[in-house]
């Protein structure tokens, strides 16, 4: 039987008792040693412990950095890439002849245009009928632009003009209807789906023929827009212009004449920049936070070398372009050392104002291309920050395999000292009962001797009385 399910299992888990019971016991010392030895047990899974907590800050800290750097990196991406700096505008100087929208392969200058002929959509209306959907008792077939539309005789108004929107001939058609004296009438009406005249063809008399549908083309209609480009003549039936001048789309809006003005605008860029530095000073400060001293990376080369990297392509310098166009301080960025020997990125867009205004392409080559800082930042930092084949990335799979480790270090360790403990409370068991054992024997033994001293005493006492 084991201890604690025995009288005496039960006393020794009320100490209180027990001492009252054996005063003479140092329960006091007993308990501590026992402690002691529990606590010493214990001293590796603290370990352990510390370890997977230090471990799991360090991943905090990567994850943060990782966060910053892929931040930057997507900054720098968008800076080294043509549209952000190629950002054209194009306006009028004449509203009501022709609209323009700018793409970014547009060129700056000025584009006169005169539109002498507003286009038109070809219409055609035929005779009224009494019925939109009686039999018209016509048979045969016309064409549209080319395509055939077969006419039954069962065929009405409203099924003629369904067959008409059922294939791609380059028209709509619709009944319309109108009332007088009470009396309705019906008409087919044909329209072009582009600014031209529809070409029709009629051997059967049955789309303009007078005995047929009788359609008519209405005056000034089907006619294609007319215009003229810096000089060159053009037309259009769609309405709209996107080849004529290379990234501009014009879409026309009656006669006259304007001018359309394309102008390239930095606001983009100058954002960008914006972004750029602010994402930078974020890494800064974040990098700073976490290899400072006490901090968890203090004194990791990988942490402390990726500001060491972007800051060595900032600082780099393109003697081949023109003067004044060869880092980015010519643009307005400059590279500054705080007090605590950490850098800080600041943005002139004044600096950057007047080097675009002298010479955007220059501008723009110390961040593009293959050899501009946008484009080598981007590597870089991508290099760091690629969430699969990134340095950070390899860092934090080491990381979690290491928590993995000790977690299963951790686990099993917590078995072996839940075994010693166990073992412990068992052979501090056995100590108290010997104790105990000890204390009643002794407790006994003296109870007896006492006994017998009192025993002996009466029996001298009582002889001296019969003597006398």
Excluded: C, H, R
């Excluded at 010693?420 to 024997?441: I, K, P, R, W």
Aim: glycine fraction near 10%.
């Amino acid at each position: 039987m084991s201890s604690g399910s025995s009288p005496l299992g039960s006393l020794l888990n009320n100490p209180q008792l027990l001492q009252a019971l054996y005063p003479s016991l140092n329960l006091t010392g007993l308990s501590q040693l026992q402690q002691e030895e529990e606590t010493a047990l214990e001293q590796p899974l603290q370990t352990l412990s510390t370890e997977i907590s230090n471990f799991t800050q360090t991943s905090q800290a990567w994850s943060a950095i990782q966060s910053d750097v892929n931040a930057l990196a997507s900054d720098a991406t968008t800076l080294s890439q043509a549209s952000t700096w190629a950002a054209p505008a194009a306006s009028v100087s004449t509203t009501g002849v022709v609209g323009a929208t700018a793409s970014s392969t547009a060129t700056a200058g000025a584009y006169n245009v005169d539109v002498t002929t507003a286009g038109a959509y070809d219409q055609w209306l035929g005779s009224s009928q009494t019925s939109a959907t009686n039999a018209l008792n016509l048979q045969g077939s016309f064409s549209i632009n080319g395509t055939s539309i077969s006419v039954a005789s069962t065929d009405s108004l409203n099924s003629i003009a369904a067959k008409i929107n059922a294939v791609d001939a380059g028209a709509t058609a619709t009944v319309m209807s109108g009332t007088n004296n009470g009396v309705t009438s019906y008409y087919l009406a044909v329209d072009s789906t582009q600014y031209e005249a529809l070409n029709i063809s009629d051997p059967s008399g049955i789309f303009e023929g007078s005995t047929g549908l009788g359609m008519t083309e209405q005056p000034n209609t089907g006619k294609s827009w007319a215009y003229t480009v810096n000089g060159v003549q053009t037309t259009s039936t769609t309405g709209t212009d996107s080849t004529t001048v290379p990234g501009l789309t014009l879409n026309l809006q009656g006669p006259g004449s304007t001018t359309i003005t394309v102008t390239t605008s930095t606001s983009q860029a100058q954002s960008a920049i914006n972004q750029f530095v602010g994402d930078y000073n974020a890494l800064q400060a974040e990098i700073n936070k976490d290899t400072g001293k006490g901090a968890i990376l203090q004194g990791d080369p990988t942490a402390e070398g990726i500001m060491q990297q972007i800051n060595s392509a900032l600082l780099s310098s393109n003697s081949s372009a023109p003067v004044g166009y060869q880092s980015v301080s010519d643009a307005g960025i400059t590279l500054n050392l705080q007090s605590d020997n950490t850098t800080k990125l600041a943005f002139s867009s004044s600096t950057f104002q007047t080097a675009a205004t002298a010479n955007a392409q220059a501008l723009q080559a110390i961040f593009t291309g293959s050899g501009g800082v946008a484009t080598q930042l981007g590597t870089i930092l991508n290099n760091y920050g690629d969430t699969s084949t990134g340095i950070i990335a390899g860092i934090q799979t080491d990381i979690q395999s290491q928590i993995s480790d000790l977690t299963n270090e951790q686990t099993q360790e917590q078995s072996l000292i839940t075994i010693q403990q166990n073992a412990l409370q068992d052979q501090f068991n056995q100590e108290m009962q010997a104790l105990m054992a000890v204390t009643t024997q002794k407790n006994q033994l003296s109870g007896l001797l006492t006994a017998m001293l009192n025993g002996g005493s009466s029996s001298g006492s009582s002889s001296s009385s019969s003597g006398g």
